[in-house]
């Protein structure tokens, strides 16, 4: 029943995380990546308040991405080790494609702050699904330069905050399952 990749139920059965380390190119052409953020957009979001923003950093713009990446890091921790240093310029090389996504909570919303911030992690996860109907790999990362001011005031101001890094690109080599949740041991019935 899943094996069927024109079925939409297979594509989520499917649906794996690639190690962006591990991608390479070809990546989405600009019309493919606009119709990933299209779907990405079509998430729950309680209000209408569209609680996300979109960035895309295109190739050129990666050695700009991890110079600032590394500096934020180096003020931050200044006897920070070497392979710590290329370590962060690795990441922002990594995949052919890099979409930052933000969650832009509404304050002034009746709508609770965690749905919104609900909201943003879905529109990433509809991301990643549309590049794997499409045929790619994603992978959604956060680490140090999520959590870091300095790297979120390049692209937002609080109190957005970096939701993820979403890269995509195609897999180098097949992606290894990686075990699953039995069922049983994490959906239940409620019973009063």
């Not at 931050?76 to 909570?105: D, Y």
């Not at 970096?162 to 097949?174: E, L, N, T």
Request: with cysteine; aromatic share 8%.
């Amino acid at each position: 029943m899943f094996n069927d990749r024109t079925n939409p139920l297979a594509l989520l059965a499917t649906r794996r995380s690639g190690k962006p380390r591990d991608m390479i190119a070809p990546g989405p052409d600009a019309a493919q990546l606009a119709a990933m953020l299209a779907i990405a957009t079509r998430t729950p979001d309680h209000g209408k308040l569209n609680p996300w923003r979109f960035v895309i950093v295109p190739s050129d713009a990666r050695p700009a991405l991890a110079a600032l990446i590394t500096g934020a890091y180096r003020a931050e921790r200044p006897q920070a080790a070497r392979l710590e240093i290329e370590a962060l310029e690795a990441f922002a090389a990594q995949a052919p494609t890099l979409v930052v996504v933000l969650s832009s909570p509404r304050a002034a919303s009746k709508i609770p702050l965690w749905e919104q911030e609900l909201s943003a992690g879905a529109a990433c996860m509809n991301l990643l699904h549309a590049a794997h109907a499409q045929g790619f790999v994603g992978g959604w990362l956060t680490g140090w330069p999520a959590y870091a001011d300095a790297v979120r005031d390049a692209f937002g101001t609080a109190p957005e905050r970096i939701a993820g890094f979403i890269f995509i690109g195609s897999p180098a080599r097949d992606l290894e399952e990686r075990p699953r949740p039995d069922p049983g041991s994490v959906v239940s019935t409620w019973a009063p």
